[in-house]
């Protein structure tokens, strides 16, 4: 390990279980020396296990609806109290669709649920920064991630109206990374993940054939969670210092490829 967050405070967001993208983190973030505040729904307190993964990195838990200003505001002066100072990186790692979870096809979308999977995975990121902002709980040069996929900008069907919520993500990283940046001297992105295997990944309708297509798609192969969070850690370090407003693939090289020699083989008749 580099000690590349030595000295460093942070809240990570969306860890549910060992699949979680943001559990990987929070491991690779102990391993480098951060201290952090780790938050999740309440709800997602009953079904996952972050008990084991707070323990196993001497955080904290303060549970957090992110779609509730109160629930934020009590998160980041809290975290703020215990981690004994501002705060230098956070991680956005929350997506939910009410119309995949209820089997909604895109075109038969219900409004109620549009809006609420909206507020959760989308509108959640502008919350956190509104509080994080106006409270002026970050450090300069301090780093904001959050977790999109590529459906923002190119159809896969499946995605449903996850692909509208990450397309919308990725705008609010930019248009508040804008101002934060000019302000208070901190970087926003957001980073494009290959599919991976977790509880949200393997919401999406037909995933196992949508991972092997991505993996066989990227000359890298597919990026897992635990390259997602080296990734990320590089994000939060001091190396990344002048990286912001930017949407960052790490994909293993997928999207900028438009056909690789395996999908042309599954197509070529001999
Ligand atoms: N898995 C993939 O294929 C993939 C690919 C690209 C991007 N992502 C993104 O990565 C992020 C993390 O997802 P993951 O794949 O690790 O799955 P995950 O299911 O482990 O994490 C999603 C998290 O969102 C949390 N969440 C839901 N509603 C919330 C609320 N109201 N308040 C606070 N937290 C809430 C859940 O409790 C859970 O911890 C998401 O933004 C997801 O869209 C995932």
Not at 49 to 59: P, Q, R
Not at 129 to 139: G, I, P, T
């Amino acid at each position: 390990m580099y000690n590349l967050l030595k000295g460093k405070k942070g809240i990570i967001f969306g860890a549910l279980n060992e699949h979680s993208i943001a559990w990987k983190v929070a491991e690779r973030a102990h391993e480098e020396g951060a201290e952090f505040v780790l938050t999740n729904a309440p709800i997602a307190m009953r079904m996952g296990d972050l008990n084991t993964l707070a323990e196993k990195t001497g955080s904290q838990i303060i549970p957090a609806d992110a779609t509730s200003m109160e629930d934020l505001t009590n998160l980041v002066e809290k975290s703020m109290e215990i981690l004994g100072g501002k705060i230098d990186f956070v991680l956005h790692s929350i997506g939910m669709s009410v119309n995949v979870r209820k089997g909604r096809h895109y075109t038969d979308s219900k409004y109620e649920f549009t809006t609420k999977g909206w507020d959760v995975s989308a509108v959640s990121f502008h919350k956190v920064m509104n509080v994080l902002y106006n409270k002026k709980a970050m450090n300069e040069w301090g780093s904001i991630v959050a977790l999109t996929y590529m459906a923002s900008q190119r159809v896969f069907p499946d995605y449903n109206d996850m692909a509208d919520n990450k397309a919308y993500l990725e705008s609010i990283a930019r248009s508040f990374g804008y101002f934060f940046g000019r302000d208070q001297k901190v970087r926003v992105n957001t980073i494009s993940q290959s599919p991976t295997p977790t509880t949200a990944g393997s919401g999406v309708k037909g995933f196992d054939g949508f991972i092997k297509y991505a993996d066989e798609m990227s000359p890298l192969g597919n990026a897992t969670a635990a390259d997602c969070a080296d990734y990320t850690i590089s994000m939060f370090s001091d190396l990344t210092k002048k990286v912001t407003l930017q949407n960052l693939f790490h994909d293993g090289g997928f999207s900028n490829v438009g056909v690789s020699d395996k999908v042309m083989d599954a197509f070529t008749e001999d």
